[in-house]
Protein backbone atom coordinates (compact mmCIF):
# COMPACT_ATOMS: atom_id res chain seq x y z
CA UNK A 1 0.00 0.00 0.00
CA UNK A 2 1.15 3.30 -1.32
CA UNK A 3 0.04 7.05 -1.24
CA UNK A 4 -2.07 7.87 -3.59
CA UNK A 5 -3.28 4.14 -3.76
CA UNK A 6 -7.15 3.87 -4.27
CA UNK A 7 -8.55 1.23 -2.29
CA UNK A 8 -12.31 -0.08 -1.44
CA UNK A 9 -12.96 -0.75 2.26
CA UNK A 10 -15.52 -1.04 4.52
CA UNK A 11 -15.74 0.33 7.98
CA UNK A 12 -15.81 -1.92 10.82
CA UNK A 13 -16.25 0.71 13.85
CA UNK A 14 -15.64 3.78 14.83
CA UNK A 15 -12.98 4.96 16.89
CA UNK A 16 -11.19 8.53 19.38
CA UNK A 17 -10.87 11.26 16.89
CA UNK A 18 -14.16 10.99 14.65
CA UNK A 19 -12.39 7.90 12.43
CA UNK A 20 -13.74 4.96 11.02
CA UNK A 21 -11.50 1.92 11.67
CA UNK A 22 -11.26 -0.12 8.10
CA UNK A 23 -8.89 -2.83 7.25
CA UNK A 24 -7.07 -3.79 3.56
CA UNK A 25 -5.40 -6.93 3.18
CA UNK A 26 -5.17 -7.33 7.05
CA UNK A 27 -3.68 -3.48 7.44
CA UNK A 28 -5.47 -0.75 9.26
CA UNK A 29 -7.31 2.16 7.30
CA UNK A 30 -8.24 5.44 9.53
CA UNK A 31 -11.02 7.15 6.96
CA UNK A 32 -12.18 10.02 9.46
CA UNK A 33 -15.81 10.52 9.29
CA UNK A 34 -16.12 6.72 8.14
CA UNK A 35 -19.03 5.06 9.99
CA UNK A 36 -19.00 1.37 11.19
CA UNK A 37 -20.81 -0.74 8.05
CA UNK A 38 -19.84 1.75 5.52
CA UNK A 39 -18.53 0.77 1.90
CA UNK A 40 -16.18 3.39 0.46
CA UNK A 41 -13.61 3.92 -2.07
CA UNK A 42 -10.82 5.95 -0.41
CA UNK A 43 -7.64 7.15 -1.62
CA UNK A 44 -4.28 6.82 0.81
CA UNK A 45 -2.55 9.75 2.02
CA UNK A 46 0.09 8.68 4.50
CA UNK A 47 1.28 5.21 5.42
CA UNK A 48 3.15 4.96 8.85
CA UNK A 49 4.01 1.31 10.40
CA UNK A 50 0.95 -0.15 11.56
CA UNK A 51 -1.86 1.81 9.84
CA UNK A 52 -2.21 3.79 6.88
CA UNK A 53 -4.44 7.04 6.95
CA UNK A 54 -7.00 7.60 3.88
CA UNK A 55 -9.64 10.03 2.56
CA UNK A 56 -13.01 9.24 1.11
CA UNK A 57 -13.55 9.69 -2.45
CA UNK A 58 -17.09 8.64 -2.95
CA UNK A 59 -19.64 5.91 -0.70
CA UNK A 60 -20.21 2.50 -2.14
CA UNK A 61 -23.00 1.76 0.09
CA UNK A 62 -23.94 3.57 3.52
CA UNK A 63 -23.77 1.82 6.63
CA UNK A 64 -26.82 1.96 8.61
CA UNK A 65 -28.10 5.11 10.60
CA UNK A 66 -26.43 7.72 7.75
CA UNK A 67 -28.35 10.83 7.08
CA UNK A 68 -27.82 14.03 4.96
CA UNK A 69 -25.89 16.26 7.74
CA UNK A 70 -27.84 19.14 8.92
CA UNK A 71 -25.25 21.64 8.07
CA UNK A 72 -24.04 22.31 4.56
CA UNK A 73 -21.04 22.75 5.23
CA UNK A 74 -20.46 19.33 6.72
CA UNK A 75 -17.96 17.85 4.24
CA UNK A 76 -16.18 20.85 3.85
CA UNK A 77 -15.22 21.65 7.85
CA UNK A 78 -13.34 19.43 10.14
CA UNK A 79 -15.29 20.74 13.21
CA UNK A 80 -17.66 17.87 13.54
CA UNK A 81 -17.70 14.56 13.30
CA UNK A 82 -20.85 12.65 13.78
CA UNK A 83 -23.36 15.20 11.68
CA UNK A 84 -24.07 11.92 8.97
CA UNK A 85 -25.02 9.76 11.43
CA UNK A 86 -28.70 9.91 12.85
CA UNK A 87 -28.20 11.34 16.60
CA UNK A 88 -29.46 8.08 18.79
CA UNK A 89 -26.74 6.19 16.97
CA UNK A 90 -24.29 9.04 17.57
CA UNK A 91 -24.70 8.69 21.46
CA UNK A 92 -24.34 4.64 20.75
CA UNK A 93 -21.54 5.48 19.14
CA UNK A 94 -19.50 7.66 21.46
CA UNK A 95 -20.30 5.13 24.20
CA UNK A 96 -18.58 2.63 22.43
CA UNK A 97 -15.73 4.44 21.63
CA UNK A 98 -15.69 5.44 25.66
CA UNK A 99 -16.18 2.15 26.79
CA UNK A 100 -13.07 1.10 24.31
CA UNK A 101 -10.61 3.26 25.01
CA UNK A 102 -11.44 2.66 28.55
CA UNK A 103 -10.81 -0.77 28.19
CA UNK A 104 -7.51 -0.15 26.14
CA UNK A 105 -6.28 1.17 29.35
CA UNK A 106 -6.94 -1.52 31.55
CA UNK A 107 -10.21 -0.33 32.85
CA UNK A 108 -13.06 -2.75 32.48
CA UNK A 109 -16.42 -1.44 33.04
CA UNK A 110 -18.93 -4.42 33.21
CA UNK A 111 -22.11 -1.83 33.60
CA UNK A 112 -23.87 0.22 31.09
CA UNK A 113 -22.04 4.01 30.74
CA UNK A 114 -24.62 6.53 31.53
CA UNK A 115 -25.17 9.24 28.58
CA UNK A 116 -26.78 12.49 28.78
CA UNK A 117 -27.82 14.22 25.52
CA UNK A 118 -27.31 17.61 24.36
CA UNK A 119 -29.12 19.77 22.30
CA UNK A 120 -28.01 18.88 18.62
CA UNK A 121 -27.99 22.52 18.00
CA UNK A 122 -25.74 25.24 20.55
CA UNK A 123 -24.41 22.93 22.56
CA UNK A 124 -21.20 25.25 23.02
CA UNK A 125 -20.81 27.50 25.31
CA UNK A 126 -17.02 28.25 24.12
CA UNK A 127 -15.07 28.46 20.61
CA UNK A 128 -12.39 29.34 18.90
CA UNK A 129 -12.87 30.47 15.18
CA UNK A 130 -9.76 31.02 13.19
CA UNK A 131 -9.24 33.61 10.86
CA UNK A 132 -7.33 33.66 7.49
CA UNK A 133 -7.30 35.86 3.84
CA UNK A 134 -7.56 34.14 0.51
CA UNK A 135 -8.08 35.73 -2.55
CA UNK A 136 -8.48 38.70 -0.90
CA UNK A 137 -11.75 38.15 1.27
CA UNK A 138 -11.43 37.49 5.09
CA UNK A 139 -12.66 34.00 6.54
CA UNK A 140 -13.91 33.25 10.22
CA UNK A 141 -13.98 29.98 10.94
CA UNK A 142 -12.56 25.72 11.43
CA UNK A 143 -10.00 24.37 9.89
CA UNK A 144 -10.80 21.91 6.81
CA UNK A 145 -10.47 18.36 7.62
CA UNK A 146 -6.05 17.93 8.82
CA UNK A 147 -5.25 21.58 6.79
CA UNK A 148 -4.40 24.88 7.95
CA UNK A 149 -7.42 25.95 5.64
CA UNK A 150 -10.35 28.17 7.28
CA UNK A 151 -14.02 27.75 6.37
CA UNK A 152 -16.22 30.68 6.76
CA UNK A 153 -18.79 30.21 8.77
CA UNK A 154 -21.85 31.92 8.02
CA UNK A 155 -23.88 29.80 10.60
CA UNK A 156 -22.06 28.01 12.66
CA UNK A 157 -24.35 24.71 14.55
CA UNK A 158 -22.48 24.49 17.16
CA UNK A 159 -23.08 27.89 19.13
CA UNK A 160 -26.01 30.04 19.80
CA UNK A 161 -27.34 32.75 17.08
CA UNK A 162 -25.61 35.35 19.74
CA UNK A 163 -22.37 33.95 19.23
CA UNK A 164 -22.94 33.24 15.60
CA UNK A 165 -24.22 37.18 15.42
CA UNK A 166 -20.81 38.16 17.24
CA UNK A 167 -18.16 36.41 15.22
CA UNK A 168 -20.23 37.72 11.81
CA UNK A 169 -20.25 41.17 13.45
CA UNK A 170 -16.12 40.64 13.89
CA UNK A 171 -15.09 39.37 10.74
CA UNK A 172 -17.27 42.51 9.23
CA UNK A 173 -15.60 44.99 11.45
CA UNK A 174 -12.01 43.80 10.67
CA UNK A 175 -12.44 43.19 6.95
CA UNK A 176 -12.98 46.56 7.62
CA UNK A 177 -9.47 47.21 9.03
CA UNK A 178 -7.00 44.80 7.14
CA UNK A 179 -4.14 46.04 9.03
CA UNK A 180 -5.95 45.47 12.28
CA UNK A 181 -7.02 41.71 10.68
CA UNK A 182 -3.67 40.66 9.62
CA UNK A 183 -2.06 41.22 13.21
CA UNK A 184 -5.05 38.51 14.27
CA UNK A 185 -5.07 34.78 14.62
CA UNK A 186 -7.95 34.09 16.28
CA UNK A 187 -11.25 34.76 17.88
CA UNK A 188 -12.30 33.12 21.36
CA UNK A 189 -15.65 33.71 22.38
CA UNK A 190 -17.70 32.44 25.72
CA UNK A 191 -21.04 32.12 27.00
CA UNK A 192 -22.43 31.85 29.87
CA UNK A 193 -24.95 29.01 30.34
CA UNK A 194 -28.17 31.29 31.12
CA UNK A 195 -26.78 33.26 27.35
CA UNK A 196 -26.90 36.47 29.65
CA UNK A 197 -23.66 37.55 29.21
CA UNK A 198 -21.22 36.84 26.23
CA UNK A 199 -17.13 37.45 25.89
CA UNK A 200 -15.22 37.63 23.03
CA UNK A 201 -11.22 38.07 22.65
CA UNK A 202 -9.26 38.38 19.58
CA UNK A 203 -5.49 36.70 19.42
CA UNK A 204 -3.37 38.98 17.70
CA UNK A 205 0.32 39.56 17.78
CA UNK A 206 -0.08 42.84 19.31
CA UNK A 207 1.77 43.64 22.93
CA UNK A 208 -0.15 45.77 25.20
CA UNK A 209 1.04 49.16 23.89
CA UNK A 210 -0.47 47.81 20.33
CA UNK A 211 2.85 47.70 18.50
CA UNK A 212 4.12 44.32 17.00
Known amino acids: MQPGDALDVTVEKAVYRGLGLARHEGQVVFVPRGRPGDRLRVRVESVTPGYARAVTESVLSEGPARRVAPCPLFDQCGGCAYQHVDYAAQLRLKEDILRES ?10 AIPVEASP ?33 LERCL ?26 VASLD ?24
Open 102 to 111: LARAGVAWET
Open 120 to 152: EEAWRTRASFHLQQSGGAWRLGLHVEGTHRVVD
Open 189 to 212: MAESGDGTALVAALETDLDASGAP
Open 158 to 183: QISPAMNRTQRALLRALAGRPDWARR
